[in-house]
């Protein structure tokens, strides 16, 4: 079981930058790939970026890459996402979401994983 805890969203202005954390609780962390996710009222959410349990691998969606940045510390439990450059059509929920899956080609699947924070409100401003 884990449990994972979402903070530091906020509201910013177009071109600026928020960094997101998430902490989780268990001693099994770094056997669990980490994700993150979005979503805004009325559509499905969607993939972000995910990094594997080893971090040597790390994955992008498109409307993110090359602006934003995951990383993790197994040492402390915790994943983060840092965003640049954001945009208005960045503003969503943001979700930390954890599976033990060994599939790289499912991490964009938001069924693949298994555990999931309350989500973290970011806003973006034009």
């Known amino acids: 079981q884990v449990q994972l805890v979402e903070s530091g969203g906020g509201l910013v202005q177009a071109g600026g930058s928020l960094r997101l954390s998430c902490a989780a609780s268990?001693?099994?962390?770094?056997?669990?790939?980490m994700g993150w996710f979005r979503q805004v009222p009325g559509k499905q959410r969607e993939f972000v970026a995910a990094i594997s349990w080893n971090a040597y691998s790390t994955y992008y969606a498109d409307s993110v890459k090359g602006r934003f940045t995951i990383s993790r510390d197994n040492a402390k439990n915790t994943v983060s996402l840092q965003m640049n450059s954001l945009k208005p059509e960045d503003t969503a929920v943001y979700y930390c979401a954890a599976t033990q899956a060994r599939r790289s080609g499912s991490y964009l699947c938001e069924s693949t994983y298994d555990y999931w924070g309350q989500g973290t409100q970011v806003t973006v401003s034009s």
């Open positions: 268990g001693r099994t962390f770094n056997s669990y790939t």
